[in-house]
């Protein structure tokens, strides 16, 4: 759909636009001129800019986010996960948080593997898990973390980690001892969860929101049910700020330990912990593990139906039900949390009958997806539009950045990215096998045309010439915007003629924020946008493209070629350029979204970078194929265009109608 400008309404434009994931830093604006942010020029430092915050928005504390949601009589849910054992598992489990947290649970959190390292940099650590689902899931992180058998220095390295990758949140545990072993409190620094909360405490302060365990039979080490009480308001004492609980299978078990924690003066929160029954074996492992007896009715029930592992996922499925409402209704419980078991099905079916399962329909907050949940971005606002189709890589290159812009982006003279060396970080993967993606890329290219027809396929949402939809893409972590769609057919045709875009937006002028295809941020204002293109194309098209562009001097452009000895534009070398902004009542201008000549550089490394890592990489090194995706990344030049005048429409189609026409004219000029 295209509207005219005197509806005042959108304008003609390009739009490969996806939903934005890309960090920066500030300028100074009129609010505040004496803020200044300082960066050193290291590789993993932040950007020399200045800053200035048009709106500060507070952190809030998990805590305060239970207590807001009992004052107001809210129900909300959490989840739980662990980790898998193997790289490909953790890969599968982000794609699981990814699809978990859509239904917007207030918080998720990882188990502590203590024998597995970790707080280690593989992708299966607990320590590394949690990093992801916090700053790569966009969802509030509990870490959990044992104490038997830890050194207290050790355990400073452990929290102070924790720290550094913005975790606020911990369930802090004793933990077993190994296998085999019986426990044994002189043989650890820590004897008890209490010297644990303590530690944090006294060496964190209220850094971290503390969360304790609660057993509402009793722990299976504890002397009685009433000592293991006292034990557990000893922790609270020390400085823990909710109680979750082990699992269990009725209601009234629950509903007894509540009653009875608060006899004794335990005022905190407390979470019953569920866990839905999906399989017969996997039950029996827990309730082992765990130390807990299961009522006689359910054995009774599952035992006949024990391999029919359907009908027992039905009938877990129908027992949490019926176990989570009478807790619900007892006036007693707000919260669930879920022992998931790294399984969606059931605990989502639950989730949508109970009611619990939100999926925000409402107005994106800002023009791109911000996927990080650190509590250090919260005031973040403004990134640079050529990651906004990989998000989970700008937050990974920006990780080490101090402070983030708010605002504006500033004069950029040493935006400082950390390295990406490793394309293969598991929660960067696409969600798709070598085989399948080359059913979608083609299992064989003979020239750079069969390129051209992916990227057709991928814009156009269709079939190749094996009959498979085009799903996936080496450039695009999230899905096409909705904004394609009013370019959609401009695409397809500039990508047939060998203009490969990998990102662009369409003009928009003075469209109401709450308009379902382009708007964002609070309604009943304003947005805006700058026609962009971003495309890869032949070294040919240059020296036209170069030529065209002398008669439009209200486009900005930037091209260059893989080694960067090209390289051509005609903006301010450290002036970025706003294309996205929000007029709203009350507020300054927000302008979240630039294009910015420094960071360009930067990015045009990892774009390149992407023809190999991702496609060639599925061939065989001797192949044609290979041969050909090589070719297309040595040989041809990332370009960025920028229409300035976008209340007239967009005029970069017509640059490009241009170009060929100049080719035609001049077949000979084809030196770059």
Known sequence: MTLTHNENHFVPNHG??????????????????????????SESSTPSIKGCCLQSMKYISLREKIDKRIANNERWYSLEF???????????????????TV??????????????????????????????????????TMLHITCYGAKETTMMEYLSKAKEFGIRNLLALRGDPPVGEEWDPKKSEFRYASDLVRFIRQHFDDYFIICVAGYPQGHPDSESYEKDLIYLKEKVDCGADFIITQLFFQAETFIKFEADCRAIGITCPIIPGILPIQGYSSLRNIVRLAKLDVPKEILDCIEPMKENDEAIRKFGVQTCLDLCR???????????????????????EILKKLGLWLEDHSLRALPWKKISNSHVRTNENVRPIFWSIRPKSYVHRTLDWNEFPNGRWGLSSAPSFGMLTDYHLFYMKIDATKEELLDEWGHELTCEEDAWKMFVCFIGGETNGTDK??????????????????IQKDLIKYNQKGILTINSQPAVNGV??????????????????????EFFTNEKNIPALRAVLQQFPNV??????????????NTDDEQPIAITWGVFS??????????DPVSFMIWKDEAFSLWMERWGKLYAVDSRSYSIIQQISNSYYLVNLVDNDYPQGSSLWSILDAMFDYQKSNPKDTDC
């Open 103 to 140: 239904g917007q649970p207030l918080f998720c959190d990882i188990t502590w593997h203590p024998t597995g390292d970790p707080a280690g940099v593989k992708e299966t650590s607990s320590m590394m898990i949690a990093n992801t689902m916090l700053n790569y899931c966009s969802t509030d």
């Open 82 to 100: 662990f980790p898998p054992r193997t790289a490909n598992g953790a890969a599968n489990l982000i794609g699981c948080f990814e699809r978990m």
């Open 586 to 595: 009350g507020r300054e201008i927000i302008q979240p979204t630039v294009v």
């Open 556 to 569: 900005n452009y930037h091209f260059v070629n893989k080694s960067g000895e090209i390289n051509e534009t």
């Open 326 to 348: 009478t807790l619900l209704n007892s006036g007693k419980v707000y919260g669930l949390h879920f022992y998931t078991l790294n399984r969606e099905v059931a605990t989502m």
């Open 469 to 486: 939809i085009v799903r996936h893409f080496p450039w695009i972590d999230e899905e096409i915007s909705t904004e394609t769609n009013l």
């Open 512 to 533: 109401k924020s709450s308009d379902p295809t382009v708007g964002w941020g609070k309604a009943n204002g304003y947005v805006y946008q700058k026609a962009y293109l």
């Open 16 to 41: 490969d636009t996806y939903e934005n994931g890309v960090d920066a830093q500030s300028i100074p604006t009129s609010c505040d001129h004496s803020r200044q942010l300082k960066h050193s020029l």
